[in-house]
């Protein structure tokens, strides 16, 4: 997965292609998102479409198609700075309401 960068204060979003078996999956079916950074859960429910967000196809580099990409803009949320190596990244939808773990070693950065 990509190092992605956090920078508080301000609005950018960090875009994430979720692949499995070397192919990007789709979202289409996923209905909540939670982002863990530091032990603290950033979750799709409590914060809303313009913070965590999965509905928007974006160019994937690799291959120049456009894929379902996961964003998200948590810059004004009270993160500390530093560089996180660890982060989960679990995925919901009607199949999965418990939640499926995509990821426990996404890096953000925080500055």
């Not at 192919?23 to 313009?50: C, E, F, H, K, P």
């Not at 530093?82 to 996404?106: A, F, H, K, M």
């Amino acid at each position: 997965m990509s190092r992605e960068v956090v920078f508080l204060t301000h609005d950018n979003a960090s875009h994430l292609f979720l692949t499995e078996k070397g192919q990007i999956v789709g979202l289409s079916s996923v209905t909540r998102v939670v982002i863990t950074i530091n032990g603290v859960a950033y979750d799709s429910d409590d914060l809303g479409a313009t913070r965590i967000w999965w509905n928007e196809q974006e160019t994937y580099e690799g291959d120049g198609e456009l894929h379902d990409a996961l964003k998200f803009r948590l810059g004004d949320q009270a993160i500390t700075p530093g560089e996180y190596i660890n982060c989960r990244v679990t995925l919901y939808d009607v199949s999965n309401p418990n939640g499926v773990v995509w990821t426990d070693s996404q890096e953000v950065v925080v500055k």
